[in-house]
């Protein structure tokens, strides 16, 4: 079976390992790739660890991917731009750490992107979601 992957964008590396590592305490099979912090390991986002967590989480069915502040998600839109990937991408607007969790739980029933996205928008009915 095929998934609608995630990929995890922050300013440090620590955060999206760890909530890679939350996430993988219950779900193991939907691709879930880390893009926290620069190449060096220092605090930032980096346009091409970005660019391939989205290319390593593509299973063919669409990559969401879930971001922490403003610059992640300037550098997140920059990737999907420079890689051509805007089709089978969306930038979703809700907390990255609960936001990803159910993400993944809705794509590990074979949920599409979608239906994954309602799931998230009635989770977090303040956060507008594409």
């Known amino acids: 079976m ?14 999206t390992d760890g909530l890679k590592e939350i ?11 880390s893009a926290g912090g ?19 989480a593509d299973q063919g069915r669409g990559v ?3 971001y922490d502040l403003g610059s992640a998600k300037m550098n997140t839109d920059l ?3 420079l890689a051509d990937l805007q089709e089978e991408v969306e930038l979703v607007e809700a907390p990255l750490i609960e936001g990803a969790y159910v993400g993944a739980v809705e794509a590990s029933i074979g949920r599409d992107m979608t239906e994954i996205l309602a799931s998230i928008h009635a989770s977090f009915p303040k956060i507008e979601i594409g």
Request: aromatic fraction near 4%.
């Open 2 to 15: 095929t998934y609608v992957g995630i990929v995890l964008v922050s300013h440090s590396e620590k955060v």
């Open 23 to 33: 996430i993988r305490e219950v779900i193991e099979d939907v691709p879930v790739e």
């Open 38 to 56: 620069m190449e060096d390991g220092l605090i930032g986002t980096s346009v091409d660890k970005i660019t391939t967590a989205i290319r390593q």
């Open 64 to 66: 969401l991917i879930f």
């Open 79 to 81: 990737a999907i731009e």
